[in-house]
């Protein structure tokens, strides 16, 4: 059972819990992201385990009505499991949402991953006409490029700020270069791309110029931000008319995801330790 210390982060061990917790969310105006936790796998038979769970949670979410979605992780479908298992699997989870009228993203991970992602996204959604999205990261220097060849593809892009430690060659350090890059990837979007926007961000400077962008070009957009992270400020951009999408992790993999969250930020520490010593 998931400790109340991680279950602030991580919305219950299995699918029946965390579409419960979607379902609370969407009683607040809030939609829900839903992601099995598992990464990594090199051999074939746990991706593909996953991958058979994505889509029976794609049917049990059209079967609820609940307001969610999912997000697959490519080193969890197979990306380190050999060849084309990753895009075999992809296209498995891309049937189901498609034919339940799921949206389906694809989270983004370290920069050596890359290529192979935005060609698998590329192709699926592309055939699948929309439905998709794609995760891109502000700190990569090659986002600007990419969000080009991405631009007349039909779907949506969640920018985010980047969530590895990537080599300065390939990636900006410094905290004010990522958020630099942010910014001008997210004008970026509001004035060229024609898909779906996804703020990926806690940040409330991010949250504030992606409305002033709205405005200036009158567009939708919608904000996204983790479970157990600023879920105050969730609430309130959901009841001032914003879309917003909470990433919600479940599954029994949940110990090194809490344990992330919390070695990030001093105050999700702050929380953990609280919850321990009940100050
Ligand atoms: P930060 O630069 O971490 O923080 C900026 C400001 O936000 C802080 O100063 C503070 O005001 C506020 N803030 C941030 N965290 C907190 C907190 N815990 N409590 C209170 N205030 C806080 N990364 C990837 O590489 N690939 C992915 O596929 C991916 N998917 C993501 C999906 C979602 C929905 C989200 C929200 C993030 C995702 N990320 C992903 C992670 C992302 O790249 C960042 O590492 C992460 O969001 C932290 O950056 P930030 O923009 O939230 O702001």
């Known amino acids: 059972m998931i400790p109340p210390i991680a279950s602030r982060f991580v919305a219950g061990e299995s699918a029946a819990g965390a579409l419960d917790h979607a ?38 979410i059209a079967s609820t009505g609940i307001d969610a979605c999912v997000s697959v992780k490519p080193s969890q479908i197979g990306l380190d499991a050999g060849d084309r298992v990753f895009e075999e699997n992809y296209r498995r989870i891309a049937e189901a949402a498609d034919e339940h009228g ?16 935005l060609d698998a996204f590329e192709e699926l959604a592309r055939e ?16 600007p490029d ?12 969640r920018l985010v700020k980047g969530a590895y430690d990537e080599p300065a060659a390939v990636a900006h350090k410094q905290k004010s270069a990522v958020n630099e890059a942010y ?6 979007l509001f004035r060229e791309y024609d898909g779906g926007i996804a703020v ?3 940040d409330p400077e991010m949250i504030a110029y992606a409305r002033d962008l709205g405005a200036e070009y ?20 959901a009841a001032d008319g914003v879309e917003v999408w909470q ?12 344990y992330r969250r919390v070695r990030e930020r001093k105050e999700n520490a702050l929380f953990a330790l609280r919850a321990v010593v009940g100050v």
């Open 23 to 60: 379902r609370r969310m969407n009683d607040d105006g809030v939609a829900v992201i839903l992601n099995l936790l598992g990464e990594h796998y090199d051999e074939r038979a746990p991706a593909d385990e996953d991958a058979a769970a994505y889509v029976e949670l794609v049917e049990d």
């Open 102 to 117: 799921v949206f389906l993203w694809c989270d983004m991970e370290d920069h050596e991953t890359t290529d192979v992602t």
């Open 128 to 143: 699948f006409d929309g439905g998709m999205g794609l995760c891109v990261q502000a700190n990569l220097k090659r986002t």
């Open 146 to 157: 990419d969000l080009e060849r991405l631009a007349d593809v039909p779907g949506k892009l």
């Open 183 to 188: 910014k001008e990837l997210l004008a970026y």
């Open 200 to 202: 990926g961000s806690h």
């Open 218 to 237: 009158d567009r939708d957009y919608e904000v996204q931000m983790l479970m157990g992270v600023r879920e105050v400020a969730q609430r309130e951009l």
């Open 247 to 258: 990433y919600a992790p479940y599954g029994d993999k949940w110990f090194s995801y809490f």
